[in-house]
């Protein structure tokens, strides 16, 4: 009975010192006047874990944390990501990112992420579009590896079509599902009938008419 009740108070004091080596990893990038890691602080973080601050893991590391606004980390969010990725350390945080990869590629995890990379990218209160131009980098970003031929076409159509200025979430999340459930090139399974996003069933009669 002692003896687990020792390995207990062992195993908590060593949750409590993981606690606060992931505080004050926070503080060592947090600015100090508004408490949050802003901009420079993730840039500072990037160069640390050697990873370019535009690389898919930061926008996945900022799904693990929940992070709310971009470009910003409170510390509630990074003690919530670093807490589940046992990161308590710039080493131990550049390990677990291969690792992280791996949890969001699973197909339960990474319709979450794609949902929350469209969110997270609404700055704006009340926004609820994204322009074309950020819309074809962040496709290029969260997309662009597993889907790269569907990726390039939309994004080619994204760029000289004149109808749409914006995407909103049905738009964005509808592209996702064509991609998985559609043959690419050929569309052959592609029916207009069913309840797919207007801008898909542009994008399919543009792309038909291109390679007929």
């Known amino acids: 009975m002692r003896r687990s009740s020792t390995r207990k108070t062992a195993s908590s004091k060593a949750t409590t010192k993981e606690l606060e080596r992931i505080?004050?990893?926070f503080h060592s990038y947090a600015n100090r006047s508004s408490n949050l890691i802003d901009p420079e602080g993730i840039e500072a973080l990037c160069s640390d874990v050697e990873v370019d601050h535009t690389d898919v893991r930061i926008l996945m590391l900022a799904w693990k944390m929940?992070?709310?606004k971009q470009g910003y980390?409170?510390?509630e969010e990074w003690r919530r990501g670093l807490k589940a990725l046992h990161g308590d350390t710039v080493t131990k945080l550049k390990?677990?990112?291969p690792e992280l990869e791996k949890e969001v590629r699973r197909p339960t995890n990474f319709v979450d992420f794609y949902s929350y990379a469209f969110r997270y990218c609404l700055t704006e209160e009340k926004q609820k579009s994204i322009d074309i131009e950020s819309i074809c980098e962040l496709?290029?970003?969260?997309?662009g590896s597993q889907?790269?031929?569907q990726v390039d076409s939309f994004v080619e159509y994204l760029k000289i079509q004149n109808d749409y200025k914006v995407i909103n979430m049905d738009q964005w999340m509808g592209f996702f599902r064509f991609c998985n459930e559609i043959s690419f090139p050929e569309m052959h399974n592609y029916d207009p009938e069913l309840a797919w996003p207007l801008i898909l069933d542009n994008f399919v009669e543009w792309s038909r008419a291109k390679h007929s």
């Open 23 to 25: 505080d004050q990893l």
């Open 73 to 75: 980390f409170t510390l």
């Open 95 to 97: 390990k677990a990112l």
């Open 147 to 149: 889907f790269r031929a």
């Open 139 to 143: 496709l290029d970003l969260v997309l």
């Open 66 to 68: 929940k992070a709310e």
